[in-house]
């Protein structure tokens, strides 16, 4: 017997990234050489120390009980971390832990908006902006990101009536997709406008280790009167090489922390301890790890720009991430380029498109291999659009 899934799941579908996966199950099944450069997964490995905490959390049979709710251990971690690293105070009352960013943002919706709230997204986006507002029955508003703009956001094209009505924006610098990094002024600007209208910021600060060029990573809280209208996501997924571990914080603003706190209650246990052990350890640790991989991410991104430039690509570099952010060549669009690409060459990125509609005329690639295998990568392109 089939039964149909809730109606609300209508507002989702794979789509691009379907299609992708199809076409590289495909080449796989050939025979062909696959670069698979459309996911942010990193391939670094975490640092010793983290691991071999994990490992020794693991043999206590304490930690396989129910966690409830975040360490004091973690919280005061927490707190002295943002006050090392960042500069900013905050206190064990303001922050909750969450399982990836992901899962923190795909229920904030639901715990702070109402059917009809009108929510402000960056297009393009990281996907779960837009599941987070659906899930929420809220009203999207985009705003576009885009070249001209150095992709920072506008707020002068957004409508007062808008901005009266909006009950959130969602912040991201360095941003995924597009690479870029923004300034604090921009950071302050709209604290002024979200004070003035009464919303709140949501900054997704999962990049600012991973920042180039000699750029400043710093997060929002650090600014003033940013814990009185925002919240942040703080993740060790990227700068940690986590991601499996699902670690990840919702810091700021009280009232928001204590709203998703609630709604968590509800199903969720906690973070397991083994891993909580395995934040403090990163967070108490050394960090020169996180230097050197940022610098192994920016010997990535030169190598594969540099690459494409001088195959005749004429392609901007990214001020941080894991990705680059690039307009595709003459005569494509963003699906048909990455579709001739997986064809020619075996490479997979991510068409813009996937990111939203002002996602059109661009590709994503990640930087997930070495710099010397990036390089080759980029005379692969190359040779592929020489060919025409």
Same mark, same amino acid.
């Given at each position: 017997? $089939?039964?149909?899934?809730?109606?609300?799941?209508?507002?989702?579908?794979?789509?691009?990234?379907?299609?992708?996966?199809?076409?590289?199950?495909?080449?796989?099944?050939?025979?062909?050489?696959?670069?698979?450069?459309?996911? @942010?997964?990193?391939?670094?490995?975490?640092?010793? $120390?983290?691991?071999?905490?994990?490992?020794?959390?693991?043999?206590?049979?304490?930690?396989?009980?129910?966690?409830?709710?975040?360490?004091?251990?973690?919280?005061?971690?927490?707190?002295?971390?943002?006050?090392?690293?960042?500069?900013?105070?905050?206190?064990?009352?303001?922050?909750?832990?969450?399982?990836?960013?992901?899962?923190?943002?795909?229920?904030?919706?639901?715990?702070?908006?109402?059917?009809?709230?009108?929510?402000?997204?960056?297009?393009?986006?990281?996907?779960?902006?837009?599941?987070?507002?659906?899930?929420? *029955? /809220?009203?999207?508003?985009?705003?576009?990101?885009?070249?001209?703009?150095?992709?920072?956001?506008?707020?002068?094209?957004?409508?007062? *009536?808008?901005?009266?009505?909006?009950?959130?924006?969602?912040?991201?610098?360095?941003?995924?997709?597009?690479?870029?990094? /923004?300034?604090?002024?921009?950071?302050?600007?709209?604290?002024?406008?979200?004070?003035?209208?009464?919303?709140?910021?949501?900054?997704?600060?999962?990049?600012?280790?991973?920042?180039?060029?000699?750029?400043?990573?710093?997060?929002?809280?650090?600014?003033?009167?940013?814990?009185?209208?925002?919240?942040?996501?703080?993740?060790?997924?990227?700068?940690?090489?986590?991601?499996?571990?699902?670690?990840?914080?919702?810091? @700021?603003?009280?009232?928001?922390? *204590?709203?998703?706190?609630?709604?968590?209650?509800?199903?969720?246990?906690?973070?397991?301890?083994?891993?909580?052990?395995?934040?403090?350890?990163?967070?108490?640790?050394?960090?020169?790890?996180?230097?050197?991989?940022?610098?192994?991410?920016?010997?990535?991104?030169?190598?594969?720009?540099?690459?494409?430039?001088?195959?005749?690509?004429?392609?901007?570099?990214?001020?941080?991430?894991?990705?680059?952010?690039?307009?595709?060549?003459?005569?494509?669009?963003?699906?048909?380029?990455?579709?001739?690409?997986?064809?020619?060459?075996?490479?997979?990125?991510?068409?813009?498109?996937?990111?939203?509609?002002?996602?059109?005329?661009?590709?994503?690639?990640?930087?997930?291999?070495?710099?010397?295998?990036?390089?080759?990568?980029?005379?692969?392109?190359?040779?592929?659009?020489?060919?025409?």
């Amino acid at each position: 017997m $089939h039964y149909q899934p809730a109606d609300r799941l209508q507002k989702f579908n794979t789509g691009i990234f379907a299609a992708m996966d199809e076409k590289k199950d495909a080449l796989i099944a050939s025979g062909r050489e696959v670069i698979n450069l459309s996911i @942010g997964t990193p391939d670094f490995s975490p640092p010793q $120390h983290i691991m071999d905490t994990i490992a020794e959390a693991m043999r206590d049979p304490y930690n396989y009980r129910y966690s409830l709710t975040d360490t004091p251990e973690v919280l005061q971690t927490l707190v002295n971390y943002y006050k090392t690293r960042y500069g900013a105070v905050i206190s064990a009352d303001e922050i909750t832990g969450v399982h990836g960013t992901q899962e923190g943002m795909g229920h904030l919706g639901m715990a702070m908006v109402n059917p009809g709230d009108i929510v402000l997204l960056p297009d393009p986006g990281y996907p779960i902006y837009e599941a987070c507002a659906l899930l929420a *029955d /809220a009203e999207i508003c985009y705003y576009p990101l885009v070249r001209e703009n150095s992709f920072l956001p506008n707020m002068n094209d957004i409508p007062e *009536d808008v901005l009266k009505r909006t009950k959130f924006i969602v912040l991201s610098y360095p941003s995924n997709p597009v690479g870029m990094s /923004a300034p604090k002024k921009m950071y302050l600007e709209m604290i002024a406008l979200a004070k003035k209208y009464g919303f709140f910021i949501i900054n997704d600060n999962a990049y600012s280790d991973i920042i180039f060029d000699g750029k400043e990573g710093f997060s929002f809280l650090a600014l003033p009167g940013a814990k009185e209208v925002g919240v942040e996501f703080f993740s060790l997924s990227k700068s940690f090489n986590m991601t499996g571990l699902r670690a990840s914080y919702l810091i @700021g603003n009280k009232s928001i922390v *204590d709203g998703l706190k609630l709604l968590r209650s509800q199903y969720d246990f906690g973070i397991p301890y083994p891993i909580q052990k395995a934040v403090v350890a990163a967070l108490t640790g050394p960090m020169d790890d996180v230097y050197a991989q940022c610098d192994e991410y920016q010997r990535r991104r030169d190598a594969l720009c540099d690459g494409l430039r001088k195959a005749g690509w004429d392609v901007p570099k990214s001020d941080g991430t894991m990705f680059v952010w690039l307009p595709v060549p003459e005569g494509y669009t963003s699906v048909s380029f990455i579709e001739k690409l997986m064809d020619k060459t075996g490479i997979i990125g991510t068409p813009g498109t996937a990111f939203g509609p002002h996602g059109e005329g661009y590709v994503r690639f990640a930087l997930v291999r070495p710099a010397d295998e990036m390089a080759r990568i980029a005379e692969m392109i190359g040779d592929m659009l020489a060919a025409e």
